[in-house]
């Protein structure tokens, strides 16, 4: 316990919690609007296509973000090796959404918008975010404190 109270207590740490947070809400309205948006339209049969392409724009708006950001302080000074890390860890992050999605609708039948939603945008979503937190903090905004 007292190990996971010093990681809270780390300088800046709880401030980057909080914003990482608050870019995450924020990357939620992206993924989830491209994902019901292509789910409605061409890709209306392609649950699995639908939420890759979402999460793929998402992960560029967040990167944007987290830059910038969140991560200000932290940033590397080579932005594209950067930007590449970023995009490893997303599909990292990613896959917790896709399997819960495939399991979902593929293995357990539930192929209704709302049942992708929940698995893919609540469940998926909030087991991909921890992952993803500690993974940027700790393999892509290695850079110096400004």
């Not at 639908?50 to 944007?64: D, E, N, Q």
Request: proline share 3%.
């Amino acid at each position: 316990m007292q190990k996971v109270l010093s990681y809270f207590r780390a300088p800046g740490r709880l401030v980057r919690i909080i914003k990482f947070c608050l870019v995450g809400g924020m990357n939620y309205l992206v993924d989830i609007s491209i994902f019901n948006l292509l789910m409605l339209g061409v890709f209306s049969s392609h649950p699995l296509t639908s939420k890759i392409l979402a999460a793929g724009a998402a992960t560029v708006f967040s990167w944007i973000v987290n830059r910038y950001w969140t991560f200000r302080h932290k940033r590397t000074k080579n932005p594209l090796q950067e930007f590449i890390g970023f995009v490893v860890v997303n599909g990292l992050g990613m896959l917790p959404a896709v399997i819960c999605l495939g399991i979902s609708h593929y293995l357990l039948g539930f192929t209704s918008l709302l049942a992708d939603n929940i698995s893919a945008n609540i469940i998926g979503l909030v087991l991909g975010t921890i992952l993803r937190f500690f993974l940027y903090e700790h393999t892509v905004f290695t850079g110096s404190s400004e």
